[in-house]
């Protein structure tokens, strides 16, 4: 027994030496790799024949990227970028890339403390669809860069776009895209993209199709099957003429986590345009049969708030299956909540609209719908756990700290995170605290309470 028992050390004293061995080679990798991860700088005054240093900046990302290689960062100087079309990077059958980012592992900041804005007004390529940033390139980072005045030029139906994805693992955080033509931000093809606190508003089409603007979200994911585990978290939209985010055509599940959507549908000063929706989160038209994924995908809108939408607050938009919709708030939209599904996914079927089933919402809160809080759902066939319009409770606006809806577009927090103020928050006294079912998220009190806002009491 002895002797295996003397053996058994000996090997445990050798395994330890190996993995000590390999963590110190790794430890030495990673401190070799990161020694020459480089930095390159980006200026408005900067000049694409100088070295890209600090003291010597280059004047476009697209010169900066080929400077760089993965692991490297570009800094990008506060100021006014003004675009112009000869720095077009790609022209593509109706497209025209301007910034097209196709090298992996590269990021591209804001340096600190300063706002770089990227304005596109002077790009009118003729019969083309403007794509400000094309990032068809993996595990790439943008963080505190603004885009304006992005442009169509084409009078059918049509849409640009500020940041196309078509890469994968890329986060794009705390951008700011306003006052375009286009959608802020278009996934429509990759994996694990994170889209982290950033706000889309004041984007209208006001030259294709008339004007409507059907086509200008502020967010929107439509990306095929085998394409997963794309999150938008932390994001705002409002005054986009179209819906805040939108997940038509959507072949895989996508997240929508702590976000808020707001006035979609209107112009800034309330003038009706398109569809209107704050969360549309599903359906694919009259996409044909053949080519609908199958199984639908269940997307999940969890801790999100919507105000004062032309239509629908949260809208299934005909999808063919149920959602997944947590903890969520509903403010004066037309409808708060609209559960609208297609029938089945089967011939006929598939076109053919009627109530919403195989929803599950939980702890939601609907208030002061100018139509209705719950509208197309067949409840005998969804779950509903403890939303507002399920429980004999009723609150009035004093049971909310404030209503002020100029709370709305406060400033961030200093992190990026969403403004904290008492907008939709609940009182002391509020009947719906601890009114909620454990859905397995955290909260205080008994119970969770109703809507996105957890209270401290």
Known sequence: MRPGRKYGK?????????????????????????????????????????????????????????????????YIRGGLYMMKEEQIAQYYKIWAFVTKLDKDGINYLAYPNEAP????????????????????????????????????????HTQSECFAIQGNNNT????????????????????NNLILNCDAYRNWDSVSENGAGGNTDGFG?????????????????????????????????????????????????????ADGNGFKCGGYASTPLNQLPNPIPRNTIQFCLAVGNKQGGFYSNHHLNGN????????????????????????????????????????????????????????????????????????????????DESFLTSPRQVDGNLPENNFMRLNSSCPIIDAGVDIGFPFKGKAPDLGCFESKY
């Open 324 to 403: 997944n919709w947590y903890n969520n708030t509903a403010y004066r939209n037309r409808a708060n909540y609209d559960m609208l599904n297609r029938k089945d996914l089967k011939p006929i079927d598939y076109l053919e609209d009627v109530p919403g089933w195989n929803h599950v919402l939980s702890n939601n809160l609907g208030y002061g719908a100018r139509g209705a809080e719950l509208v197309n759902i067949k409840k005998s066939a969804c779950t509903l756990k403890n939303n507002y319009f399920d429980l004999s409770v009723m609150i009035k606006d004093s049971d909310f700290l404030s209503l």
């Open 221 to 273: 994911c439509h990306a095929p099957q085998g394409n997963k585990n794309n999150v938008f978290r932390g994001c705002r939209a409002w005054f986009n003429s179209d819906d805040g985010f939108d997940l038509i055509n959507s072949a895989e599940p996508v997240l929508i986590d702590h976000c808020w959507a707001f006035y979609n549908g209107y112009t800034f000063d309330f003038k009706k345009r």
């Open 172 to 191: 794009l955080e705390q951008l700011k895209m306003y006052d375009n033509m286009a959608i802020g931000v278009y996934i429509t093809r990759g994996s």
């Open 10 to 74: 000996t090997s445990t004293i050798k395994t330890t030496k190996k993995v000590k061995c390999k963590i110190l080679f790794i430890t030495i990798f990673l401190n070799c790799f990161y020694s020459f991860a480089k930095e390159y700088y980006v200026a408005p005054n900067g000049k694409d024949s100088n070295t890209g240093t600090k003291d010597s900046p280059v004047e476009t990302i697209k010169k900066a990227q080929t400077l760089a290689n993965s692991g490297d960062t570009i």
């Open 117 to 156: 804005v990227f304005n596109y007004s002077n790009i009118k390529p003729e019969n083309r669809r403007v794509i400000a940033f094309l990032i068809s390139g993996n595990n790439i980072k943008i963080k505190g860069i603004e885009v304006t005045g992005v442009q169509v030029t084409i009078k059918t």
